[in-house]
T-cell receptor
């Protein structure tokens, strides 16, 4: 257990529905990251926050995706009008954000299945 | 384009045997390289981090090497255990730890059989 938690662990939804995932980082960590991972592949960066500010978004983050970190603590990732191609593991990670040896600690992930 | 390639994609070994996983990267500028272990259905966990000046680093039965000239890294696992069955992901940082600065390899899926 790295100290980063995600909820839910699994989500099955029908195409077209909206889903929201939550990530609780390690409490003193300033940075929070979202990744998407498909089977047999490494994680792909989606977005990251420095405290409550969203500093970077990947081109993978289409208009249907939105992430928030309102108080600089937990974060939510919402996917609107889900598509079958959204089926993946969504990983959250957090880090202190200090120096180039800063280490990201990953949560267990939320596995999304879109039917 | 920054890329990290790992080989083999998958590997099956018998318990107690050693194995070596490879990572080749084309990431510039290079900052550091990390190896993560990811158990099935779990998030990745950091095993080791190596900077430009480090050639070898050990963490228990795991030993990572780095050749910055040839842009290659390896992860050697000694006396494998059943619990070593997992995916091992090589991650290279290009001058920072912001999300877009990390390039992930596709991972090597290791299965250790009794």
């Amino acid at each position: 257990d790295t100290g980063v938690s995600q909820d839910p662990r699994h989500k099955i939804t029908k195409r077209g529905q909206n889903v929201t995932f939550r990530c609780d980082p390690i409490s003193e960590h300033n940075r929070l990251y979202w990744y998407r991972q498909t089977l047999g592949q490494g994680p792909e960066f989606l977005t990251y926050f420095q405290n409550e500010a969203q500093l970077e978004k990947s081109r993978l983050l289409s208009d249907r995706f939105s992430a928030e970190r309102p108080k600089g603590s937990f974060s939510t990732l919402e996917i609107q009008r889900t598509e079958q191609g959204d089926s993946a593991m969504y990983l959250c990670a957090s880090s202190l954000g200090t120096g180039f040896l800063d280490t990201q600690y990953f949560g267990p992930g939320t596995r999304l299945t879109v039917l | 384009k920054n890329q990290v390639e790992q080989s083999p994609q998958s590997l099956i070994i018998l318990e107690g045997k050693n194995c070596t996983l490879q990572c080749n990267y084309t990431v510039s500028p290079f900052s550091n390289l990390r190896w993560y272990k990811q158990d099935t259905g779990r998030g990745p966990v950091s095993l080791t981090i190596m900077t430009f000046s480090e050639n070898t680093k050990s963490n228990g039965r795991y030993t990572a090497t780095l050749d910055a000239d040839t842009k290659q890294s390896s992860l050697h696992i000694t006396a494998s255990q059943l619990s070593d069955s997992a995916s091992y992901i090589c991650v290279v940082s290009a001058g920072g730890n912001a999300g877009n600065m990390l390039t992930f390899g596709g991972g090597t899926r290791l299965m250790v059989k009794p």
